[in-house]
């Protein structure tokens, strides 16, 4: 099982982006998903996460500016990003729990995908 992100890019403070990563690959079915975000230097922190049943929870900083989705036919998880600001400026990255049959699963990372906020 593979996790894609994309949507990354440059964009200027005030703008938007929606990122996306899907799993692909042996998938029985996918419990929580999750974006987080890592600045070099700095640890890795959870940005927000989707229950299986749309249960969302957010980190407080992107509250109110951040909306995470998913699609669980296309086992797809999106990022709308609005009111971006520089200090979102970071390494984006997708997780899964992907579960391969009834019994086995595993937390999953895409590779990352760059996001940066021009002031």
């Known amino acids: 099982v593979q996790l894609q992100a994309s949507g990354g890019g440059l964009v200027q403070a005030g703008g938007s982006l929606r990122l996306s990563c899907a799993a692909s690959g042996s998938i029985f079915s996918i419990n929580d998903m999750g974006w987080s975000r890592q600045v070099p230097g700095n640890k890795r922190e959870l940005v927000a996460g989707?229950?299986?049943?749309?249960?969302?929870n957010y980190a407080a900083y992107v509250r109110g500016r951040f909306t995470i989705s998913r699609d669980n036919a296309k086992n797809t998880v999106y990022l709308q990003m609005n009111s971006l600001k520089p200090e979102d400026t970071a390494t984006y990255y997708c997780n899964m729990f992907v579960n391969r049959d009834r019994w086995i699963g595993s937390s999953l990372w895409g590779q990352g995908t760059q996001v940066t906020v021009s002031s």
């Open positions: 989707i229950t299986r049943d749309g249960s969302t």
